[in-house]
């Protein structure tokens, strides 16, 4: 037994990686793709988009479809079981034993999620659909490739293929909820009713997030929160004829506006201070880093029409991609998702109309105080309306963002080896502008557990929008990166055991 140094040689400790590529490429295309493909063809969109999801067994059937697979995959020492209670959505956990022989027994709680959201049909290319999968060349196009269908298959896949390499790895829980783009409003109700089962995880890995590229692994430290709301303007009981009222009856569009530039700049788009947060310098260091990497393919990735610009001074190539990284990962901003009240141009008569409403998205900081942001929206668009308008507040929700504690040095290491492995270069830390709201959750609750958070969300990927698409090759790369990191985890905890 040695206490100094390496418990295992450098030898022993770089599994042979030539054989995991194989094995998963193997794997991938005989028992992950065709199922893949199968679940890409059911339309089980989220509840918050689906009404009648609960009597159209669309939402049943994937989850299913699902749990069936990874019981054939026959892993040992597997138990699946679905969770579905009334009135919620399911949730599918899979319990995977440790390989026998560690003193101490550790978990590693992995998580990803199977409902869709909307398939946006007409505005697919022609040749695509949502729930006609294609593959064109390194690409699948189908709605839930991407988000997040695949994160099943390369979380059970990495499991079969440390087995059947015989690479020992620790407990492992894997929990697939159906909810996440309704913002997982089930996932807290039934962690609590598997706690005995998820114990105290040393491991969470979170398989719901982007990448920049497709050349190196990256790594998510932290994800935006979101405050949703829905809100109308009204002023009278009537729409009326506008040469009569004009002037005389107050515009509710113009009032709306009056309202929305309370929260962010109408001349900038920045968001006011009450929803920024000091970012910390490690986390700008590594958004820096991300920034020369990715250059102009940070806004060169969005389909911008000839002459607009994104936000930040492209012509400043040295700070641009920084600036930009930062408003997407560390600072507000502020979309109008929907609207309702404006009649198509063709029925637009000459009518000053009685209302307007819309629905606005604003992406927090990762540690921004998501009570007090909800508490602080609600007062914005509420208070002292521009001529004693009726401000109807329909539905305010938040969902809190995250910031990730510093991860194990130890683990740190291995992601950097499996990133060289498989991709040939190092692995990227920096921050996602989207939202897993219920991470903050699991964060408090297991406060020393490590967060991996990753995923295949890049450029093209178009994850809620049309075309949706996932990368092939790179999805076989995170997987075998994967195996590996699990594959490691599991000796460095059995060498912090016997020391």
């Not at 005989?30 to 339309?43: A, G, Q, T």
Request: negative net charge; glycine residues 8%.
């Amino acid at each position: 037994r040695r206490v100094h140094g390496d418990f295992v040689s450098q030898e022993e400790k770089r599994m042979d990686t030539k054989k995991i590529e194989a094995v998963v490429g193997e794997i991938f295309d005989k028992d992950v793709l065709p199922s893949l493909m199968e679940y890409c063809k059911i339309p089980n969109i989220s509840p918050s988009y689906d009404p009648s999801w609960e009597s159209n067994g669309l939402l049943d059937k994937a989850v299913y479809h699902i749990a069936s697979w990874i019981e054939s995959q026959k892993l040992v020492g597997c138990k699946v079981k679905v969770l579905k209670e009334p009135k919620r959505t399911h949730m599918i956990v899979a319990v995977i034993e440790a390989t026998p022989g560690k003193k101490e027994e550790k978990t590693v709680l992995m998580y990803a999620h199977c409902d869709k959201m909307p398939p946006v049909t007409a505005q697919w290319r022609k040749g695509l659909g949502p729930y006609t999968p294609v593959i064109e060349g390194d690409r699948l196009y189908a709605r839930g490739a991407a988000d997040d269908g695949y994160g099943t298959y390369a979380i059970i896949e990495c499991i079969k293929v440390c087995q059947q390499l015989g690479i020992p790895h620790d407990r492992i829980v894997v929990t697939i909820e159906a909810c996440e783009e309704s913002g997982s409003a089930d996932i807290a109700y039934y962690y609590e009713q598997i706690k005995e089962i998820i114990q105290t995880p040393s491991l969470l890995v979170i398989m719901d997030s982007g990448c920049g590229d497709y050349e190196r692994l990256w790594i998510t430290t932290s994800l935006r929160g979101n405050l949703r709301c829905d809100f109308s303007v009204k002023v009278i009981k009537e729409g009326v004829h506008s040469g009569d009222a004009g002037g005389i009856v107050p515009e509710t569009f113009t009032i709306l506006r009056n309202i929305l530039d309370r929260i962010d700049d109408p001349k900038t788009g920045e968001v006011i201070d009450t929803f920024q947060v000091k970012i910390p310098e490690k986390r700008k260091k590594e958004i820096e880093e991300a920034g020369m990497i990715l250059g102009e393919k940070i806004w060169g990735r969005f389909p911008f029409l000839p002459g607009v610009h994104p936000m930040a001074d492209i012509n400043d190539k040295k700070k641009a991609p920084a600036d930009l990284l930062l408003n997407r990962t560390w600072k507000a901003s502020m979309a109008v998702t929907g609207a309702e009240g404006l009649p198509k141009l063709q029925d637009a008569g000459n009518v000053l109309r009685a209302e307007t409403a819309v629905r606005i998205s604003v992406r927090i900081p990762p540690s921004l105080d998501p009570v007090k942001a909800k508490e602080d929206l609600k007062i914005l668009i509420t208070k002292d309306p521009p001529y004693g308008a009726k401000i109807d507040i329909k539905d305010l929700t938040v969902g809190a963002g995250m910031a990730c504690k510093e991860m194990a040095p130890a683990l740190e290491t291995t992601i950097k080896e499996a990133s060289n492995y498989f991709y040939g270069k190092d692995p990227i830390y920096y921050g996602e502008g989207g939202s897993i709201p219920f991470l903050s959750t699991l964060a408090q609750q297991f406060p020393t557990a490590d967060f991996l958070i990753t995923g295949i969300g890049g450029p093209e990927s178009c994850a809620h929008g049309p075309n949706e698409m996932l990368n092939l090759s790179y999805t076989k790369k995170i997987i075998s990166c994967l195996s590996y990191i699990v594959g490691n985890y599991y000796k460095q905890t059995q060498l912090q055991n016997i020391i």
